[in-house]
């Protein structure tokens, strides 16, 4: 145990338990569980993950490479809007991969954060374009990247 006027915690040198324990760098892996869009539709919901997408009525899911290389033509037959959603899925990825590196000690908040930012903003685009008529698209993942790029960015270094 560690008390007021012990320094062994600085002096341990372990940015790897400092990491670990950071409740931002979890968030950045918890984004990827949650929702990015809800869209709300007289027929019901449906949930686009970086992933993949969940359609509540009738129940199904689509993972993104069946999305673009399966049920459709490919990817230059989609719209933009809908060619931002893997885009946003690699930027995010890349966030995730510069917050791991905060395990080692490594990670450059900064990167982190505007890969966050760049997600989140890329993802609102896909947000937007699945508005429907009688029906509201929510950008949940994009107030929560944008979000937690901020906190990622306003921590204390390390």
């Known amino acids: ?3 007021p006027g012990d320094d062994r915690s600085e002096r341990s040198g372990d940015r790897a338990d400092d990491a670990a324990g950071d ?9 990827a569980l949650l929702p990015w869009t809800v869209v709300v539709h007289p027929g019901g919901v449906d949930l686009v993950f ?7 009525n009738p129940l199904g899911v689509v993972d993104l490479p ?5 049920y459709t033509p490919g990817p230059r037959s989609l719209p933009s809007r809908l060619v931002a959603w ?10 995730v991969a510069s917050a791991s590196l905060g395990v080692v000690g490594r990670e450059d908040r900064r990167v982190t954060a505007a890969l966050l930012a760049l997600a989140g903003l890329v993802h609102l685009r896909v947000a937007l374009g699945l508005v429907r008529v009688g029906g ?6 994009s107030a929560l990247m944008l979000g937690t790029a901020w906190w990622v960015l306003g921590r204390p270094a390390q």
């Open 50 to 56: 970086g992933w993949g997408l969940v359609n509540t």
């Open 23 to 31: 409740p931002r760098s979890l968030l950045v892996v918890v984004l």
């Open 136 to 141: 509201t698209a929510l950008p949940v993942g």
């Open 1 to 3: 145990m560690t008390g």
């Open 66 to 70: 069946s999305y673009l290389f399966v």
């Open 86 to 95: 893997p885009g946003s899925t690699a930027l995010f990825v890349l966030a």
